[in-house]
């Protein structure tokens, strides 16, 4: 078998291409949605994102403004700003990225942002919310970008044993409490694998949807995956590569070419998952425009 490759990239164009018709909407009765990102210090990749976050909401017609902060800055300097986008009226919704420096309480910022402006669904409200189902919650943009994956390319969840390898809260254990929720691109049993799980093939062959979120080039190979599974992957590694002009080539959590000989569908790295993690977040952006018009 070969596997049916799962465009993200596609897919993800199809979404924001939506949001842009309901920003239109929205600008039809005077509001234009804003996203702040808010960056500290100068990590390369967190730039590289910020940047696209940046881009992709000013295509859909949205306000965008970047925040960047030195390095040297503060903890309460960073919580200054917050306080200051939660009562800036042109901010809908505004998310800070991660990873902070080391120095800073992730936690403590995460909650000071104001839950309904909370795009990336990490404060606790919002984490609540997706676990009791309730339909308001802010999904993270990841796991929510896969569940909508899954949904539009046909790949039914109902019934399926999803596997998830990776507990974060950003990525693994959102995407559990999704795939567990009643209705479409849900439903599904699902097995979440970590660091200290025994015998990890053995747990990932039993996945019909295999999700793997880890963050090491090229972990999940062949031998561990069930032929005809969906496989998802997650991982956005840098890998040394000469030949290529930047030194580095970008690689999955998964090995992509002999997996993808037994799987029935799989997602490239690039342009798989992370072109559906930026769609998602200009939906959530939406959801949180869309709020302030019901007020
Ligand atoms: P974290 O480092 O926060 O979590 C990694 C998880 O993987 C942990 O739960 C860890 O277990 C588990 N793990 C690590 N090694 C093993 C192993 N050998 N066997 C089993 N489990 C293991 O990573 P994130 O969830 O933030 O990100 C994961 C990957 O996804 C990264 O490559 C990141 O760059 C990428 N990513 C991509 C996004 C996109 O848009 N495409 C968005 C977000 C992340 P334990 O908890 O026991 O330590």
Do not use: W
Request: overall charge neutral; some cysteine.
């Amino acid at each position: 078998m070969t596997a049916r490759i799962l465009d993200g990239k596609a897919l993800g164009l199809a979404i924001r291409e939506e949001v842009a018709v309901d920003v239109a909407k929205l600008a039809a009765v005077g509001i234009k949605p804003g996203l702040a990102v808010v960056l500290v210090g100068e990590d390369p990749a967190s730039q590289v994102y910020v940047r696209s976050k940046g881009r992709a909401c000013e295509e859909a017609g949205m306000y965008s403004v970047t925040i960047r902060l030195p390095d040297t800055a503060t903890q309460d300097e960073l919580l200054a700003t917050i306080d200051k986008l939660n009562a800036d009226p042109a901010i809908h919704g505004m998310l800070v990225q991660l990873p902070l420096p080391k120095r800073m309480d992730s936690d403590k910022v995460l909650r000071r942002i104001n839950p309904l402006k909370d795009v990336d669904g990490f404060h606790p409200e919002n984490v609540g919310k997706l676990v009791t189902g309730d339909p308001t919650a802010f999904r993270p943009a990841t796991p929510y970008g896969i569940q909508q994956m899954l949904i539009r390319s046909g790949i039914e969840t109902n019934g399926a044993h999803a596997v998830i390898i990776g507990r974060s809260n950003i990525v693994g254990k959102p995407m559990a409490n999704l795939l567990i929720q009643q209705g479409p691109g849900g439903n599904a049993t699902v097995t979440v694998c970590h660091s200290r799980s025994k015998d990890l093939p053995s747990l990932t062959r039993q996945g019909d949807i295999l999700i793997v979120a880890i963050g090491r080039a090229e972990f999940l190979t062949a031998d561990m995956v069930r032929p005809g599974a969906v496989v998802i992957d997650v991982g956005i590694n840098r890998v040394e590569d000469a030949t290529r002009e930047k030194g580095y080539r970008l690689c999955g959590d998964v090995e992509y070419e002999p997996v993808a000989a037994i799987a029935s569908a799989i997602t490239p790295v690039p342009g798989g998952v992370g072109p559906m993690t930026i769609a998602m977040l200009l939906k959530n952006t939406l959801q949180a425009a869309e709020l302030t018009r019901a007020e």
